[in-house]
């Protein structure tokens, strides 16, 4: 005991008496060979015993700190002795507590899951720290003499002057095949009342992103069966498109159909959802299950109702449990649902922590709390597995300004972004894809042969289509040509609106953009452009199934298959 320690203070519910305290002094003598002096502060939180703190030593006389010693104590008799009975009555009738551990911190203020911790010198960013009656929580601000913690479960009982002990773990979740089919919360518990999940790894939620030698091109296409978006906005394994728009304009609707249009492609999808109801996770889960999808797929719920701290968690669980698939090799899809509600959360956690706020409120590293998430998706090497994690982060905007502070960090972050525009929506073109704000950076890299040579100019005619629109609400009079071309466009536009939770075949996409580009479906009104390309996919299926096949399997047709299709488009248009 360093002799700088001059004073011990005991913390309980009640006064000690005379005698007990007599008691103290005397303890205090024995153990440490020197005059402290004895101070008794109040503590409700303590009901039962009592708690003596000698500079960074802890001596607990509660209920749970004796029981908890004595069950340490006879676990380590366990270890040394095969006949316990008469070793533990001689050893309840000598156990005395002791010190809890070398370094022991206490709370100095809590509230709304946050909580300031003193005493602490070799805490370190992201250990799990324990509180009493079993609490547990992060360390996320490390100064020179207190932490910050955020709490991940609520306790009345937690008090200022309540001890903290350190852990040495980082806050991790399990991880395991397990999980696919079921709904965790952010710490990988389940809620969807089915029993336990058997985990095979204890997995970090916060891990570095694989380098530039560990990662391979993105070249291999990952089909949303959207062909609005697998014909002009490619999406790759391994790459990060986010979808972006106002509220109600399809995003999730996204998501949702990738998702189920990976069934029997060997692909584990993980929906994080982030700040949403109840009901739409619910909801969510029904559908995923309606269409068979659950069966590959883990669903991370943080919901609008729960503590701003497993809303920050939530992304960062998903992606760990998306890295223990991928690292053995998988492909996964991560749905992030959505990240202005992750940064909303993050605000108010750090606003909490006393962390100086900038543009917005939000703190200085808003951008590197996204960008240290999403840098984990990659296509790795194959001499790492050749697996990948694909993410598809939403964020919400307001009356469609991308140019927000959190829109703009994100789409900086991201490899493209897929743009849903409100005044599309409600015209009834679903979905709702802005041609000229989305892109995808990766582009033809992650197209199939047959994808690319189908969709040709697309991109470039709906542009032109859509100027045209514009311009034609100030004439009156169109000659001829325009008129087609007025037409040719309304066709396309027609062509790409799909329902929801029905994706598409890629044999279908190529065919129905092969029937569009060579002008099969000028004659027919955009009213029946639907029923003209269904009848088209239909008799090829029947008469050409060798196409279907070869589109399918190979990813390519050859210039006698286009021909023969746009034949057939040709006589079903007449």
């Known amino acids: 005991m360093e002799n700088e320690i001059k004073t011990a203070v005991l913390y309980s519910d009640t006064k000690p008496s005379d005698a007990q305290t007599e008691r103290f002094v005397k303890f205090l003598k024995e153990k440490y060979q020197t005059g402290i002096e004895l101070c008794w502060e109040k503590s409700e939180g303590i009901k039962n015993g009592f ?11 509660t209920l749970d700190g004796r029981f908890r010693q004595l069950k340490k104590y006879i ?35 809590v509230g709304d899951c ?50 903290v002990r350190h852990t040495g773990k980082i806050a991790g979740i399990p991880c395991g095949t397990g999980f696919l089919g079921r709904v965790t919360n952010a710490l990988g518990l389940p809620i969807d009342a089915k029993g336990a999940i058997e985990s095979e790894q204890y997995r970090p939620v916060e891990n570095a992103a694989p380098g530039i030698i560990s990662r391979e091109a993105v070249n291999k296409p990952l089909h949303t069966g959207i062909m609005a ?3 002009i906005f490619p999406i790759g394994k391994g790459q990060r498109e986010l979808i972006i728009g106002d509220r109600q304009t399809g995003k999730s609707s996204i998501a949702i159909d990738t998702i189920i249009n990976q069934k029997g492609r060997d692909v584990i999808c993980i929906y994080v959802s982030i700040g949403q109801k109840t009901s739409f996770v619910s909801n969510l889960v029904a559908t995923l299950s309606k269409y068979g999808a659950m069966e590959y797929t883990a669903v991370i719920s943080a919901s609008a109702g729960e503590a701003a701290t497993l809303q920050y968690l939530a992304p960062y669980a998903g992606c760990a449990l998306g890295e223990y698939f991928m690292e053995r090799g998988k492909d996964v899809l991560i749905v992030y649902d959505d990240l202005s509600k992750h940064a909303v959360a993050y605000r108010e956690i750090s606003l909490l922590l006393g962390r100086s706020p900038g543009r917005e409120a939000y703190p200085g590293d808003v951008f590197y709390l996204h960008s240290r ?40 972050i991201t490899d493209g972004q897929i743009f849903l525009e409100s005044s599309l929506f409600y015209s009834g073109q679903r979905p709702a894809i802005n041609i000229g704000l989305s892109v995808s950076r990766v582009g033809g890299n992650a197209q199939t042969k047959a994808m690319k040579k189908a969709a040709k100019t697309l991109r470039l005619d709906l542009a032109q289509y859509r100027e045209m629109e514009i311009f034609m609400q100030f004439s009156s009079e169109l000659d001829e040509e325009t008129r087609r071309r007025l037409l040719y466009g309304q066709g396309l536009m027609r062509m790409l609106r799909q ?6 075949e890629l044999h279908k996409q190529v065919i129905m953009l092969i029937a569009a580009m060579g002008r099969c479906m000028q004659k027919t009104s955009p009213d029946q452009v639907h029923e003209y390309l269904e009848s088209l996919v239909s008799r090829i299926e029947a008469e050409c199934p060798e ?18 299709i746009l034949e057939i488009a040709r006589s079903v248009g007449d």
């Open 51 to 61: 708690r003596l703190t000698v500079g960074n030593d802890v001596y607990d006389w």
């Open 547 to 564: 196409i279907c096949r070869g589109i399918d399997d190979k990813g390519d047709y050859s210039p006698e298959d286009e021909q023969k």
């Open 114 to 163: 946050v909580a300031t911790v003193g005493g602490l010198k070799n805490a370190f960013y992201g250990e799990i720290l324990i509180f009493a009656d079993g609490v547990k929580g992060m360390v996320q601000t490390v100064d020179e003499d207190i932490c910050g913690c955020i709490l991940f479960d609520e306790s009345e009982e937690l008090l200022a002057g309540t001890p």
């Open 229 to 231: 978006i697998d014909a």
């Open 75 to 109: 676990k380590s008799m366990a270890e040394e002795e095969t006949d316990l009975i008469p070793l533990l009555k001689e050893g309840i009738e000598k156990w005395t507590p002791a010190v809890l551990s070398s370094e022991t911190g206490t709370v100095l203020t």
């Open 373 to 412: 998430l999403l840098e984990r998706s990659a296509h790795l090497s194959n001499e790492l597995g050749g697996g990948s994690m694909t993410a598809l982060p939403i964020v919400e905007t307001l009356a469609g300004d991308v140019s927000a502070y959190i829109p703009t960090n994100i789409i900086s």
């Open 499 to 504: 329902k929801q939770a029905s994706p598409l």
